[in-house]
DNA sequence: TGCATATATGCGTTTATGCGTATGAAAGCA
DNA sequence: TGCTTTCATACGCATAAACGCATATATGCA
């Protein structure tokens, strides 16, 4: 038997983690990131959002984890942390995908049957 | 080239999606659910919360597609909609497991340094 | 119909989140 | 040192989330 607040912290902390994935704006950072690694003015232009926003962001990220950072001079890059958490999201967006299709197929046969 | 606008959309939806993921509660709930489906008095009692609550964090999942419900007479049964959910949330916890293991190591050299 | 069980939801409160603006802090260079 | 660039953060506001409590809704049955 596992010790039941032991599994609650655990999900605190999982859930902790999804929450810097619960935001549009971070997910387009880690697919940014993903892409190449990028300073905060380039994930600034890239997506084009001001410049506090994105560091606050980039602050979400780094406290759990998800990125790292490398100074050079002035500017700062960011590193996604793991490529297995692009898997991750591609995974979850395929489920999705597949949840809006299922939907989307119930709203035709119910528009179908109105037809009737 | 893709529509940007069509980009920031994907990404709330996904951002959205993740969001259910993000409470230690819900979780909670998905891995009861991939168990076995439960109805809505059994997750009270599993999980030790009180039923409002339960029906609130369940409307979360509903409403996302995470979750799907099946009425036998007054209760109601809720399944997990998508195994891979699962695979998704294992593949996240690992990621992140590593993160905090790679954290606590750099811990335990700022003690060494410090006493050396 | 009246009652019991199971589930969902409205309300009010507390807390958390996101954002824009302004400002602070770090690094390089004249 | 003073100036510039880059990035981080404090503050205030508006909005959203979570929760407990009470209550509404739905189903089955006497």
Redesign the interface.
């Known amino acids: 038997m596992v010790n039941?607040a032991l599994?609650?912290e655990i999900?605190?902390?999982?859930?902790?983690?999804?929450?810097a994935?619960?935001?549009?704006?971070?997910?387009?950072i880690l697919y940014a990131l993903a892409d190449q690694p990028r300073n905060v003015t380039e994930l600034t232009n890239d997506l084009?959002v001001i410049q506090p926003t994105i560091s606050r962001h980039l602050k979400v990220l780094r406290e759990?984890?998800?990125v790292y950072t490398v100074r050079q001079g002035t500017t700062v890059t960011y590193h996604l942390?793991?490529t297995?958490?692009i898997?991750?999201?591609d995974?979850?967006?395929?489920?999705?995908r597949?949840?809006?299709a299922?939907?989307a197929s119930l709203m035709e046969e119910t528009k179908a049957s109105s037809n009737a």
Chains 1, 2 share one sequence.
Not at 11 to 18: H, K, N, P, R, V
Not at 21 to 28: E, Q, V
């Open positions: 039941p599994i609650q999900s605190q902390l999982e859930a902790d983690f999804c929450f994935l619960s935001d549009p704006t971070r997910l387009l084009n759990r984890g998800l942390s793991d297995r958490l898997q991750a999201l995974l979850l967006r395929t489920v999705m597949e949840r809006l299922y939907q």
